[in-house]
């Protein structure tokens, strides 16, 4: 079972700008991309790699806008 009805998933896709998309991907791959970083990532204790994962994902990748900055829309709690 999926987790989205292929109904409801088709309708979002079809309003994506693929632009935008492609350029969050090249983000994401910029930076994930790099084997050396990911070894060391993995060797990380989820707690210590938190804020950047934030950051990186969210921040750099899907345009959020974290706390302390006007009008963020990503907080943390650590």
């Known amino acids: ?3 989205f009805q292929k109904l409801v998933t088709n309708k979002y896709l ?3 700008d693929s ?3 492609d350029k969050a991907y090249e ?3 910029k ?3 790099d084997k050396l970083r990911l070894v ?3 060797q990380l204790k989820e707690e210590n790699y938190q804020e950047r994962f934030l950051r990186e994902i969210f921040v750099e990748t899907l345009g959020f806008t974290i ?3 006007k009008d ?3 907080t943390t709690l650590i």
Do not use: C
Request: proline share 0%; no cysteine; aromatic share 16%.
């Open 31 to 33: 930076f994930y991309g």
């Open 40 to 42: 060391n990532i993995m």
């Open 1 to 3: 079972m999926s987790l």
């Open 14 to 16: 079809k309003n994506l």
């Open 72 to 74: 963020y829309n990503l």
């Open 67 to 69: 706390n302390h900055d």
């Open 19 to 21: 632009k935008k998309v």
């Open 27 to 29: 983000n994401f791959q």
